[in-house]
C-alpha cells in the first residue's frame, strides 16, 4: 500500500512539474541565469558561466584585469528584475564595493540570449562598470588624512606630529660599493642590529631604501654628515605622530606608527602599507577616532600603460568614476597636565622595581599625571596594576568604622602583636613603643598600628568593608574615564584571618595606584570622584590589550576592559562630608604626629597622608610594596613602588619631592 501511494505521488509531481514548463516563457531560466551572473561577479570569477560573445576563458581574464587594482575587495552584487522579450532578457546589476571606509555604488545593465534552453551573458565592458570603455581598467588611488592629535589639559598638545628622519640604505644610489658593507657601518652608527640589518639589506630588491632607524630630528646625535659618509646611507626628512619625548605617558597615550605585517594581515583589508596606526593605550583604543577616513578615488586608465607613462601624459589620460573625500580624525581630548605628568616621571626616575605617580583633581576627577616608571617595563603599572594596597586601606577601615559610631577619638587597643586563628599579625618593624596601648583611633591610624585596627574586625564586617570602599569610589565603575584601568576590588564575603588580612589591606584586597589616589581624591572632595581622563570619547577601536593579572602583570586571556566590565556600580551609600572631614582629620595627623612628618615642610595647603605597606611573595624575610597617598589642596596623589620597603621611608620621599615641585 505505501509503495502504491509513493507512486502516486510521484506521478502527480512529474504532471505539476510537466504542467509548469509547458506554461514557462523562459523567465525562470533567464531569473536563474541573471543570479548566477550576479554571483559570478561578486566572486570576481566568471570563468563556469555561459558567455555569448567572448570566449569565457578571456572574459574571466579581462574581469580580474579590470579590478585587479581594487584587490583584496570584491563587490556585493545583486541582480534586479528580469526584462523578458522573447529569447532575450536584460537585468540590471547592482554593485556595491567597500573601499577601506568608503562605499562606491552603481548599476550597470546585462543582456541575457537564450540559444536551445540555456541562457548566455553577452559579455560587454560596461557590464563590469557603466561608464568603462573598451581597453580601460580601474586605477585606485587611496590619500590618507593627517593622524588626528592627542591633547591634553588646556588642549596642550601630547601627540602630534613632529618631524623625524628614516635613516637606511638607498640601494639605488649604493653604486659600486657593498650594500652588506654599508649596512653594517650604518647599523653600527646608529646602534641596531648589524647581523639582521645587513640580512635585510642583502635581501632587498635593487630600488629599495632599507630604513634602518627612525630617529627624531630635534634633539638627534647622528648627524648628517655621519650618515652621508657611509656609501648608500641618507636620511629622508618626514614626521610622525609623536609625544614630547619617547618615554611621555607612552603607557597611558600608546604609539603610532606604520602598520606592520603583521597588523595589516590581522585588520583584513581596513589597512594597507604605509597607514598610520596605533599600538598600545589610548591611540590604539581611539584608533578610528584618531584615524578619520582615507580619501578614494577610482579612475579608469588605459589598459597597459604604465605609471611613469601617465605621469608623463598631457593630460592626464585617466577619467574619474568615484571619489570619497578625505575625512580628518577627531582629536581626543585628555585632561593630562603635561607639566605634571612630565614631573611625575622624572620623579620616578632611577627608580628600579615597576613604579607609578598617580594624581587627581578632587573637585573634577580629571587625572592629571599617570606616570609608570622605567622599572614597569612599559607596563602601565599606574592604571592597571593590581596590588594589595596594605595601610592605606585603612583609609576604608576608618569610614566602617565610624558609621559604626567611632570617632577619631575613640579609644582603640594597639598591642605589639595579636593572633586570629593560630596567625600571628605585628605592627611594621620600628613601631614607636610609646604609641602602644589603649590609643584614639586617630593616632592609630597616624602611626598605622595594624593590632588595633585587627582587633577592632569583630566591629565592622567584610561586607562593610566592601560597601565603605565602594562609598569612597573604589572597586566601582568609571563611566567618564574613558580608558581601560583597574579600579580596585574588595571581596564582600572574608571570615578569620581572611577578614583580619582584609583589615590592613591584605588578602585578596587589591587596589592600582589609579585606585588609591580616587580613595585619597574622595576624602578631599567630600563625596566620591569618578575618574576622567578623556573628555570627547568617540569611536573606539577593538581592544587588543591584555588583562593585568594579580600581580600587576599582563596576561594575554583578554582586554582589560572586560576585567573593568565586573565593577559595581556607583555607591548607593556614597561617603558624607562629614564622614571625609573626619578621615582627612587623621590624615592630617599622619603628617602632624605620625610617618609622614616629613610632608610638612611641603609649602602651600596643609598636607594630608596614608602610608602603606604590604607584604607579598614567599621570601623570608617577605618583599613589600610600598604605598602614601597624599591631599594637597585641590590635588590627590598615589605613590607606589611594587618592591620598596616600607612606604614611608621610600614613597615618602618621591611624594614630598612631587608635592614640593607641582606647587
Not at 318 to 336: E, N, S
Not at 429 to 434: I, L, T
Request: charged content about 20%; aromatic content about 4%.
Amino acid at each position: 500500500m505505501g509503495k502504491t501511494k509513493n507512486i502516486v505521488l510521484g506521478l502527480a509531481a512529474l504532471m505539476i512539474a510537466g504542467s509548469l514548463t509547458a506554461c514557462d516563457d523562459g523567465r525562470a531560466g533567464a531569473e536563474g541565469a541573471a543570479k548566477q551572473l550576479a554571483s559570478s561577479l561578486a566572486a570576481l570569477d566568471v570563468g563556469s558561466l555561459a558567455v555569448d560573445g567572448k570566449d569565457a576563458a578571456a572574459a574571466n581574464e579581462q574581469l580580474k584585469a579590470v579590478f585587479a587594482a581594487l584587490d583584496p575587495a570584491k563587490p556585493s552584487v545583486e541582480s534586479g528584475a528580469v526584462k523578458l522579450d522573447g529569447d532575450k532578457a536584460s537585468v540590471p546589476l547592482n554593485f556595491t564595493w567597500k573601499i577601506g571606509t568608503a562605499e562606491w555604488k552603481y548599476t550597470s545593465q546585462a543582456a541575457l540570449k537564450k540559444s536551445g534552453d540555456k541562457w548566455a551573458v553577452q559579455w560587454t565592458t560596461t557590464l563590469l562598470e557603466p561608464d568603462l570603455k573598451d581597453g580601460e581598467v580601474l586605477d585606485k588611488t587611496v590619500t590618507p588624512p593627517a593622524r588626528a592629535e592627542i591633547l591634553g589639559a588646556g588642549d596642550a598638545k601630547l601627540i602630534s606630529y613632529r618631524p623625524v628622519v628614516y635613516v637606511g640604505i638607498d640601494k639605488t644610489t649604493i653604486g659600486s660599493a657593498d650594500p652588506a658593507a654599508s649596512a653594517a657601518k650604518l647599523a653600527q652608527l646608529v646602534s641596531v642590529d648589524e647581523a639582521a640589518y645587513v640580512k635585510q639589506v642583502q635581501a632587498s630588491g635593487p630600488q629599495a631604501f632599507v630604513s634602518a632607524i627612525t630617529l627624531r630630528q630635534d634633539g638627534r646625535t647622528i648627524t648628517d654628515q655621519q650618515i652621508a659618509a657611509i656609501p648608500g646611507a641618507r636620511g629622508i626628512p618626514d614626521s610622525l605622530p609623536l609625544a614630547p619625548t619617547r618615554t611621555f605617558a607612552r603607557a597611558v597615550l600608546g604609539t603610532a606608527a606604520e602598520a606592520s605585517a603583521e597588523q595589516i594581515q590581522k585588520a583584513g583589508g581596513s589597512l594597507k602599507v604605509g597607514d598610520i596606526v596605533g599600538t598600545g593605550g589610548l591611540e590604539e583604543q581611539y584608533d578610528t577616532q584618531l584615524r578619520g577616513q582615507d580619501g578614494v578615488s577610482i579612475r579608469a586608465r588605459p589598459q597597459g600603460m604604465t605609471d611613469d607613462q601617465i605621469k608623463a601624459a598631457k593630460p592626464d589620460p585617466r577619467r574619474v568614476l568615484f571619489a570619497a573625500d578625505t575625512k580628518p580624525g577627531d582629536p581626543l581630548k585628555t585632561t593630562l597636565d603635561p607639566r605634571l605628568q612630565q614631573l611625575a616621571e622624572d620623579t620616578l626616575t632611577g627608580i628600579g622595581p615597576a613604579s607609578a605617580i598617580v594624581a587627581i583633581r578632587p573637585s573634577t576627577g580629571a587625572v592629571l599625571a599617570a606616570a609608570s616608571g622605567p622599572g614597569s617595563n612599559g607596563y602601565n603599572t599606574a592604571m592597571l596594576g593590581q596590588y594589595a594596597p596594605g595601610s592605606t586601606f585603612k583609609i576604608v577601615d576608618s569610614l566602617a568604622l565610624i558609621r559604626n559610631g567611632m570617632t577619631p577619638d575613640s579609644k582603640v587597643e594597639c598591642t605589639p602583636t595579636i593572633t586570629v586563628d593560630g596567625r600571628t599579625f605585628k605592627n611594621a618593624e620600628g613601631y614607636p613603643v610609646s604609641s602602644l596601648g589603649s590609643v584614639a583611633l586617630r593616632d592609630a591610624f597616624a602611626h598605622s598600628c595594624n593590632t588595633a585596627f585587627i582587633s577592632s574586625r569583630d566591629k565592622v564586617s567584610q561586607a562593610q568593608l566592601e560597601s565603605a570602599a565602594t562609598s569612597l569610589g573604589l572597586a566601582v565603575q568609571a563611566p567618564k574615564l574613558g580608558a581601560d584601568a583597574f579600579l580596585g576590588s574588595v571581596p564582600g564575603n572574608a571570615d578569620g584571618t581572611e577578614h583580619a588580612a582584609s583589615m590592613i589591606g591584605q588578602g585578596k584586597v587589591l587596589l592600582s595606584p589609579l585606585a588609591a589616589a580616587i580613595m585619597a581624591a574622595s576624602v578631599a572632595h567630600g563625596a566620591p570622584v569618578s575618574p576622567q581622563l578623556v573628555l570627547n570619547p568617540g569611536s573606539v577601536s577593538p581592544s587588543t590589550g591584555a588583562t593585568p593579572t594579580a600581580s600587576g602583570s599582563p596576561s594575554s586571556s583578554a582586554s582589560p576592559a572586560a576585567a573593568a566590565s565586573d565593577a559595581a556600580p556607583a555607591s548607593d551609600k556614597p561617603v558624607t562630608p562629614a564622614e571625609a572631614a573626619a578621615l582627612g582629620d587623621m590624615m592630617r595627623a599622619v603628617v602632624t604626629s605620625g610617618h609622614a612628618g616629613f610632608l610638612a615642610s611641603v609649602p602651600g595647603a596643609p598636607v594630608g597622608a596614608k602610608t602603606g605597606t604590604a607584604e607579598f611573595g614567599n621570601d623570608n624575610p617577605p618583599k613589600t610594596h610600598a604605598w602614601i597617598v597624599a591631599v594637597h589642596g585641590d590635588l590627590a596623589v598615589a605613590v607606589f613602588v611594587e618592591d620598596g620597603g616600607l612606604g614611608a621611608t621610600t614613597s615618602g620621599p618621591l611624594l614630598k619631592s612631587f608635592l614640593t615641585a607641582a606647587g
